[in-house]
Structure formats: C-alpha cells, structure tokens
Nanobody, 130 residues
Framework: QVQLVESGGGLVQPGGSLKLSCAHA??????????MGWFRQTPGKEREFVAA????????YHADFVKGRFTISGDNGKNTVYLQMNGLKPEDTAVYYC?????????????????????WGQGTQVTVSS
C-alpha cells in the first residue's frame, strides 16, 4: 500500500536539475522513521539504491554514480525527505521511489538494498533527454 508520496519529477535536458520531494500520505499523522531514502528503477532492471538519510545521526549515504551530483536532505519531525539532482544524465532516467524505515540499524543496512525499508511511495518519473 502507498504510504509515501513523491513529487518533483519531470522532463529535463542533460545537465539540468530537479528537486524531488517526499512526504507521508496521511496528513496530520506522526510517524517515527529511523531513516528515509531514494531508489530508482527502469523497465527490466532491479530497483537500485540512490541515497539515504539516517535521522538519529544525520548521516547521509549516496550511491557512487550520483556522488557530487545528487544530495539528500530531510526533516524527521515532518517525515519528509528531498533529493536535489544536478548535472542530470540520460542514464538517470527512471522512476524514482521514496522509502522509509521503521528499524534502527547500522548505516550499511540503509544502503545495501531495498531490504532495509518497509514503507514506500508509488514513484515519480524522471526523464533526462535532449
């Protein structure tokens, strides 16, 4: 079931920028998430890790292919997370999913894969093309 809602996707030219946002679908409700992150998926491929934020430490994690281009940020009090994407490339084209974790684990748990997350959004399309 959809519990998070992503927004901010769209069509941009190579080298352009987008900022994705994610918030809980149930307004007025308070949830305790230990971490939130972003994943992306293209047809025929597995959902891959993009970036994550561990709220209790403030630690952030970014996949190698986005380091220096994408930056994750968020607000635990509002159960929100953002992904600033700069220097977009055609290979960044994908559906981007927001995720949250209700489990308190070590950092690697949140960037090893989708297993660390139990709350998901339905995704937002990002297309990079000239």
């Amino acid at each position: 079931q959809v519990q998070l809602v992503e927004s901010g996707g769209g069509l941009v030219q190579p080298g352009g920028s987008l900022k994705l946002s994610c918030a809980h679908a149930q307004s007025g409700r308070t949830f305790s998430y230990f971490a939130m992150g972003w994943f992306r998926q293209t047809p025929g491929k597995e959902r891959e890790f993009v970036a994550a934020l561990k709220f209790n430490s403030g630690s952030t994690y970014h996949a190698d292919f986005v380091k220096g281009r994408f930056t994750i940020s968020g607000d635990n009090g509002k159960n929100t997370v953002y992904l600033q994407m700069n220097g977009l490339k055609p290979e960044d084209t994908a559906v981007y999913y927001c995720a949250a974790s209700t489990r308190n684990r070590s950092g690697s748990y949140y960037y090893a894969g989708t297993v660390g997350y139990d709350v998901w959004g339905q995704g937002t399309q990002v297309t990079v093309s000239s």
